[in-house]
């Protein structure tokens, strides 16, 4: 069943001089056929690659998705810049067989298998590095502390937001997101248009991409220093990290990977930390392997039950959920798997999470891409209370649901959606009879706050969705979780991936 939803994208029409954000994020760059490498990553890989080759044998258009990954990798500290590497993945079986290197090798004088050999060494460096809690303050916080390869690469636990610090006992302001397609985030843009091949170039999307829940940098190396750098995450040095990496069994490995002298100078070491990072991130089988049911469903190889179809029916449908129009759940139109996200930065009005430790402060706000984290935009009100829209693959593995995590379950997040608006008092808290509603953004931020479907009612209206509508949309978001094998009942993953 297809339903023919073209070119549902948002219609903020603004007359803008046309601009394409360039590639940005952890995938854009990245590159690599790696796929194309069997990779010698071990454990957490397993069971992707396995489902892989079931769910993703779904013809071009699934191969599509893989296909055009570029990947730059800027081995400055090896002295080798501006390496850059062009994958074509086109069989249909995911196997990404065919790639091309030739502009990196033409560019560097390196050949296309040297190339190819040290986004390999790169990428097995990220991966321990991703794992190592040495890395951090406390010796006790790796990247994958907070993003669970067995979830999503998101938290294995269910707590708003992540503990960290020295002490283990800090808190920021917001949830862990999910790391994995990424790679197709577009660098951050405050007026978006659409490539030729995937939609409407003259319209305006408005503030578009980039990573973090605010859309502050654009690329996985920036990203990365971030949390290392943290004093309520990894609370790190570029001096600690290096004593580190130094005193690790793969020390060695980063010495052959980043040159003799990569240890000569904390800066370096630390850069090519970042560098080694953003080339595993760019792994397609483990971060975008496309394998869910329902891309299986899409390529014709499974069918959905008939709650999951309901589900998806409601979640397309721009009366009703209208979910679609942010969370893209139809192919581009060259062919490549929807993402399920157009990355837009919009407010919908996420209550305060009162749990937060910083928000027992009455005058704090996370204003998302007007700050406080993001400081670029400080003062230009209309990004107060926009965050980027997260993809909605693997949400199903998921314990916490939104930028401040106040949610714990699908059936609550998709509630808030179909009711927020009917019945604010489920959401918001009351005081002497009357709703505070959008409790976490400052009234003279209110204009920001979207108002399409399903944000087009009031009390008394009916509610967008019904609760048999709710369930059936859960139902259709458990289809996007990756690992799906033929034969799985309800599209969950039965590998860990
Ligand atoms: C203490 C928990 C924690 C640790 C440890 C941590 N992260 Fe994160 N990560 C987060 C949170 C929270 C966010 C969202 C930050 C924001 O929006 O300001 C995030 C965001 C990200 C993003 C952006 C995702 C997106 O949707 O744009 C990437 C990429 C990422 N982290 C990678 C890493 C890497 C690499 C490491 C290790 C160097 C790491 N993280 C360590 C909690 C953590
Ligand atoms: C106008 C754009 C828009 C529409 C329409 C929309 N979403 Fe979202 N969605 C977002 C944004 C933006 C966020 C993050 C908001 C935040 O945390 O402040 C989000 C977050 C979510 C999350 C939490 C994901 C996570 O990782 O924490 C879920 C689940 C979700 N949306 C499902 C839906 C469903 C189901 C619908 C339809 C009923 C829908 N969305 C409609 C933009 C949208």
Same mark, same amino acid.
């Given at each position: 069943?297809?339903?023919?939803?073209?070119?549902?994208?948002?219609?903020?029409?603004?007359?803008?001089?046309?601009?394409?954000?360039?590639?940005?994020?952890?995938?854009?760059?990245?590159?690599?056929?790696? *796929?194309?490498?069997?990779?010698?990553?071990?454990? /957490?890989?397993?069971?992707?690659?396995?489902?892989?080759?079931?769910?993703? *044998?779904?013809?071009?258009?699934?191969?599509?998705?893989?296909?055009?990954?570029?990947?730059?990798?800027?081995?400055?500290?090896?002295?080798?810049?501006?390496?850059?590497?062009?994958?074509?993945?086109?069989?249909?079986?995911?196997?990404?067989?065919?790639?091309?290197?030739?502009?990196?090798?033409?560019?560097?004088?390196?050949?296309?298998?040297?190339?190819? %050999?040290?986004?390999?060494?790169?990428?097995?460096?990220?991966?321990?590095?991703?794992?190592?809690?040495?890395?951090?303050?406390?010796?006790?916080?790796?990247?994958?502390?907070?993003?669970? #390869?067995?979830?999503?690469?998101?938290?294995?636990?269910?707590?708003?937001?992540?503990?960290? !610090?020295?002490?283990?006992?800090?808190? $920021?302001?917001?949830?862990?997101?999910?790391?994995?397609?990424?790679?197709?985030? #577009?660098?951050?843009?405050?007026?978006?248009?659409?490539?030729?091949?995937?939609?409407? %170039?003259?319209?305006?999307?408005?503030?578009?991409?980039?990573?973090?829940?605010?859309?502050?940098?654009?690329?996985?190396?920036?990203?990365?220093?971030? #949390?290392?750098?943290?004093?309520?995450?990894?609370?790190?040095?570029?001096?600690?990290?290096?004593?580190?990496?130094?005193?690790? #069994?793969?020390?060695?490995?980063?010495?052959?990977?980043? !040159?003799?002298?990569?240890?000569?100078?904390?800066?370096?070491?630390?850069?090519?930390?970042?560098?080694?990072?953003?080339?595993?991130?760019?792994?397609?089988?483990?971060?975008?392997?496309?394998?869910?049911?329902?891309?299986?469903?899409?390529?014709?190889?499974?069918?959905?039950?008939?709650?999951?179809?309901?589900?998806?029916?409601?979640?397309?449908?721009?009366?009703? $959920?209208?979910?679609?129009? /942010?969370?893209?759940?139809?192919?581009?139109?060259? !062919?490549? &798997?929807?993402?399920?996200?157009?990355?837009?930065?919009?407010?919908?009005?996420?209550?305060?999470?009162?749990?937060?430790?910083?928000?027992?402060? &009455?005058?704090?706000?996370?204003?998302?891409?007007? $700050?406080? %984290?993001?400081?670029?935009?400080? $003062?230009?009100?209309?990004?107060?209370?926009?965050?980027?829209?997260?993809?909605?693959?693997?949400?199903?593995?998921?314990?916490?649901?939104?930028?401040?995590?106040?949610?714990?379950?699908?059936?609550?997040?998709?509630?808030?959606?179909?009711?927020?608006?009917?019945? &604010?008092?489920?959401?918001?808290?009351?005081?002497?009879?009357?709703?505070?509603?959008?409790?976490?953004?400052?009234?003279?931020?209110?204009?920001?706050?979207?108002?399409?479907?399903?944000?087009?009612?009031?009390?008394?209206?009916? &509610?967008?969705?019904?609760?048999?509508?709710?369930?059936?949309?859960?139902?259709?978001?458990?289809?996007?979780?990756?690992?799906?094998?033929?034969?799985?009942?309800?599209?969950?993953?039965?590998? *860990?991936?």
């Amino acid at each position: 069943m297809r339903l023919g939803l073209t070119g549902i994208r948002k219609m903020a029409v603004r007359p803008q001089a046309r601009r394409h954000a360039g590639p940005a994020g952890i995938g854009a760059m990245l590159t690599l056929a790696l *796929a194309a490498m069997t990779m010698t990553l071990a454990a /957490c890989d397993a069971g992707s690659s396995a489902a892989g080759s079931t769910a993703q *044998a779904g013809g071009k258009a699934d191969a599509s998705g893989h296909a055009q990954v570029n990947a730059r990798a800027d081995m400055s500290a090896s002295g080798n810049a501006g390496v850059e590497s062009q994958a074509n993945a086109s069989s249909a079986s995911g196997s990404m067989a065919t790639s091309t290197v030739g502009v990196s090798a033409r560019e560097t004088g390196q050949t296309r298998a040297q190339v190819y %050999e040290s986004v390999r060494q790169m990428t097995a460096l990220g991966k321990q590095l991703f794992f190592d809690a040495s890395l951090s303050g406390s010796g006790k916080l790796a990247c994958a502390s907070c993003h669970s #390869p067995d979830h999503g690469f998101s938290p294995a636990n269910s707590l708003s937001v992540q503990l960290g !610090g020295n002490d283990m006992h800090r808190t $920021g302001m917001r949830a862990a997101p999910t790391l994995k397609y990424l790679q197709s985030v #577009p660098a951050f843009a405050e007026h978006y248009h659409e490539s030729d091949d995937e939609g409407d %170039e003259s319209v305006d999307a408005g503030p578009t991409g980039g990573l973090t829940w605010d859309g502050r940098v654009d690329r996985g190396s920036d990203q990365a220093r971030i #949390p290392l750098l943290s004093s309520f995450e990894m609370g790190s040095t570029p001096a600690k990290v290096t004593t580190a990496v130094k005193a690790a #069994p793969y020390a060695d490995a980063f010495r052959v990977a980043f !040159g003799e002298h990569i240890f000569d100078s904390d800066d370096a070491t630390f850069k090519a930390v970042l560098q080694a990072l953003e080339t595993f991130e760019q792994t397609p089988e483990l971060f975008y392997p496309y394998t869910s049911k329902y891309d299986a469903y899409l390529a014709g190889k499974a069918h959905l039950t008939q709650a999951e179809l309901r589900g998806l029916q409601v979640f397309n449908d721009e009366k009703k $959920g209208n979910c679609a129009s /942010c969370h893209i759940s139809q192919r581009t139109m060259d !062919g490549a &798997p929807p993402q399920f996200s157009d990355f837009g930065l919009i407010a919908i009005g996420v209550p305060r999470n009162r749990a937060l430790a910083v928000n027992r402060d &009455p005058h704090f706000y996370d204003l998302g891409a007007c $700050g406080p %984290e993001r400081t670029d935009l400080k $003062g230009r009100a209309e990004f107060c209370g926009i965050f980027r829209t997260p993809t909605l693959r693997n949400v199903a593995l998921k314990k916490s649901f939104f930028h401040n995590g106040i949610y714990h379950s699908l059936d609550q997040a998709v509630r808030f959606y179909a009711q927020r608006d009917t019945n &604010p008092e489920k959401f918001y808290p009351v005081s002497k009879g009357k709703v505070q509603k959008f409790d976490d953004l400052p009234q003279r931020y209110w204009a920001n706050l979207n108002t399409e479907p399903p944000f087009d009612r009031k009390p008394g209206d009916e &509610p967008a969705l019904d609760e048999a509508e709710i369930k059936d949309v859960v139902a259709f978001l458990n289809t996007l979780t990756d690992g799906y094998k033929a034969g799985d009942k309800a599209g969950k993953s039965t590998a *860990a991936n």
